[in-house]
T-cell receptor, first 109, second 117 residues
Framework: GIQVEQSPPDLILQEGANSTLRCNFS?????LQWFHQNPWGQLINLFY???GTKQNGRLSATTVATERYSLLYISSSQTTDSGVYFC???????????FGKGTKLSVKP | NAGVMQNPRHLVRRRGQEARLRCSPM?????VYWYRQLPEEGLKFMVY????????ESGMPKERFSAEFPKEGPSILRIQQVVRGDSAAYFC???????????????FGQGTRLTVV
């Protein structure tokens, strides 16, 4: 099956800093989503981005499907950005997602 | 438009009891997926259902676990004779109609945290 690798596994930032999170996947995909799991465990949809570039406020994402990676950019980070960021892909014949292990982000005031 | 609703949010069961987790998909969504998240790990797919049909249960343990999505009412994930290793967060996701859920965005509920004591 498809393998999903996220890097870095852990990231500590000072408030206001920028960061780039990476997601590599081992095969072509039909779907790629980025999620933020906040400290209360809730999964929040950030981007549905099987290819191309999208922006939403301080966050943006780019997926280069031909090279099998996606990047999530966080600019001017805030303490509320803390949590775990997951990349999830689907490449099979059905819609279930395969998750990476996540990047744990801590933003210090 | 309400999101994916899961209940209960927290569930405590003694070893050997049954756990029933409920999931109501977003309005207009006909695909339901259940995932399990162990502490400090990503989510792992368990089962994929459409109304009255189990499409793929390849990620679900063969014993004690079952799932349904009846014509009326929420989807149910049922765990019989729970053991401590079943303690985890269980998430439900739904997506709109599409060819087997492909090329559609999935939305997740807030999860049910199951603790087995």
């Amino acid at each position: 099956g498809i393998q999903v690798e996220q890097s870095p596994p852990d990231l500590i930032l000072q408030e206001g800093a920028n960061s780039t999170l990476r997601c590599n996947f081992s095969d072509s995909v039909n779907n790629l989503q980025w999620f933020h799991q906040n400290p209360w465990g809730q999964l929040i949809n950030l981007f549905y981005i099987p290819s191309g570039t999208k922006q939403n406020g301080r966050l943006s994402a780019t997926t280069v499907a031909t090279e099998r990676y996606s990047l999530l950019y966080i600019s001017s980070s805030q303490t509320t950005d803390s949590g775990v960021y997951f990349c999830a892909v689907n490449g099979g014949s059905q819609g279930n997602l395969i998750f990476g292990k996540g990047t744990k982000l801590s933003v210090k005031p | 438009n309400a999101g994916v609703m899961q209940n209960p949010r927290h569930l405590v069961r003694r070893r050997g009891q049954e756990a029933r987790l409920r999931c109501s998909p977003m309005k207009g969504h006909s695909h339901v997926y259940w995932y399990r998240q162990l502490p400090e790990e990503g989510l792992k797919f368990m089962v994929y259902l459409q109304k009255e049909n189990i499409i793929d249960e390849s990620g679900m343990p063969k014993e004690r676990f079952s799932a349904e999505f009846p014509k009326e009412g929420p989807s149910i994930l049922r765990i019989q004779q729970v053991v401590r290793g079943d303690s985890a967060a269980y998430f439900c996701a739904s997506s709109p109609a599409g060819v087997r859920g492909l090329n559609t965005e999935a939305f997740f509920g807030q999860g049910t945290r199951l603790t087995v004591v």
